[in-house]
């Protein structure tokens, strides 16, 4: 048996608990992480899970030496974003330059992210430990009762001794479970479909979203002027239909032309499909005794805007920050979860307001809001409000 003793053990090398384990090594912590799979290799093809990255994730990663290593593998920068609706006129458009900028967001692929992330984590000295199962040897109960005492993990290999403990294991957290953390959700009832698709025409650096009666579809732009990742929302039915389409990539893609009213021409699948389930949710309380909850552990939100691992980035840059300005112990625990959980909660009823803006098939709020997208001034103030949390302000 291996003894550690560190100041930070991270449960989670996904990309929230790998940036946030390489802002801590630069600060001169000794830091853990338990991820149960190996390091992500670097794909050949492109990869079905990318994210939008904001600006702001895009800087956290830039102060971590990580982003010119990204940039160079297939990132797709995108200067404007076109939204609509299928069943009627409303719609919007915004693009970087009102906001004086050269672009929105970059399309990266989560592997990628991860794996240079890793390189970059390891080369600081992080002890990366591979294993599936781990036990918390001290409950949250003592490490309220001791919050000077170490919080000790056991997994086949180490016993681990950290300062602190970190839940950045992703949407089933079993760390928020340890920590006995109560969650506030929803289920969508949707999948998130998503696959690469060749279009006829150039993508032209736009991120394209349609809203359809069974969910937002959208046409994420990637580094290749004709090659789109699409995120597909649909209700469990239509999910279903879209799945069975899998094997007939000419139906699949010809689903895909007509559903986005054949904005990029005809339309072909260029890779697998895959399947996620869609559910809101958000701790009620992020931290108690010695454990602090960050990334989708914390919160999850509907793909529609691209924002989740913004989400999780940002409660990183918040994390390193606050301990920058010299915050510690509860003071520490308290102004994080006053600030990110205020952001996560924004971010969700935006969601939900887009929605319904978009989203719902009630003729009544149809009326309202095809009244609403006709007023280009009256939108300007809430089309600013989501150009600045698209990039992460
Ligand atoms: C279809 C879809 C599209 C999306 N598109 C976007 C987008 O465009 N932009 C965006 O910002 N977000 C997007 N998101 C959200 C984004 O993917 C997530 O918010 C982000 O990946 C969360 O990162 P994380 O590191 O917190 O969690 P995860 O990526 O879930 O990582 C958790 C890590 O913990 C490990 N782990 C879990 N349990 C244990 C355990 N018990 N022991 C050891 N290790 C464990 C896992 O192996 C994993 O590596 C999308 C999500 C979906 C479903």
Not at 213 to 223: D, F, H, K, V
Not at 225 to 237: G, K, N, P, R
Not at 279 to 292: E, F, I, N, P
Request: charged residues 20%.
């Amino acid at each position: 048996m291996k003894r550690l003793k560190v100041d930070s053990v991270i449960i989670g090398g996904g990309m929230i608990g790998l940036a946030l384990a390489c802002g801590l090594a630069r600060r001169g912590q000794q830091v853990a992480v338990i991820e149960r799979h190996k390091q992500p290799e670097l794909p050949q093809q492109p990869a079905l899970r990318v994210s939008a990255l904001s600006h702001r994730s895009r800087s956290l990663l830039k102060g971590l030496d990580v982003w010119s290593k990204v940039e160079g593998f297939r990132t797709g920068p995108y200067q404007a974003m076109h939204v609509w609706d299928k069943d009627n006129a409303a719609t919007i458009h915004f693009d970087a330059k009102e906001v004086n900028q050269q672009d929105i967001g970059a399309i990266a692929e989560n592997a990628v992210v991860e794996h240079f992330l890793w390189q970059v984590a390891e080369e600081a000295g992080v002890h990366i430990i591979e294993a599936e199962k781990w036990q918390l040897r001290t409950p949250v109960s003592e490490q309220q009762e001791h919050p000077n005492d170490p919080v000790r993990l056991m997994t086949n290999d180490y016993e681990i001794d950290a300062g602190m403990l970190f839940g950045a294991d992703g949407a089933r957290s079993r760390v928020r479970q340890l920590a006995d953390l109560p969650i506030t959700f929803w289920d969508y009832e949707q999948q998130g479909i998503v696959a690469n698709i060749r279009t006829e025409q150039p993508h032209q650096g736009v991120a394209r979203q349609v809203f359809l009666p069974s969910g937002p579809l959208a046409l994420l732009p990637t580094y290749d002027s004709h090659l789109c990742s699409i995120v597909w929302s649909a209700d469990t039915e239509v999910a279903a239909e879209l799945m069975a389409l899998a094997d007939n990539p000419e139906k699949f893609a010809w689903r895909v032309q007509i559903a986005s009213d054949n904005v990029l021409g005809h339309c072909q699948l260029d890779s697998e499909v895959a399947a996620f389930p869609l559910r809101m949710q958000y701790a009620r309380q992020w931290y108690a005794g010695s454990t602090v909850l960050m990334g989708d552990a914390a919160h999850s939100i509907h793909p529609l805007a691209g924002q989740g691992a913004n989400l999780g980035f940002a409660d990183v840059d918040t994390w390193l920050r606050l301990l920058d300005e010299g915050l510690t112990g509860q003071r520490l625990f308290a102004a994080y979860q006053r600030e990110r959980k205020a952001d996560s909660l924004v971010m969700i009823s935006a969601m939900e307001a887009f929605k319904c803006g978009f989203g719902s098939s009630n003729p009544a709020l149809k009326l309202i809001r095809a009244a609403a997208f006709a007023l280009p001034a009256a939108i300007a103030p809430v089309k600013r409000k989501f150009v600045q949390k698209a990039l992460g302000y």
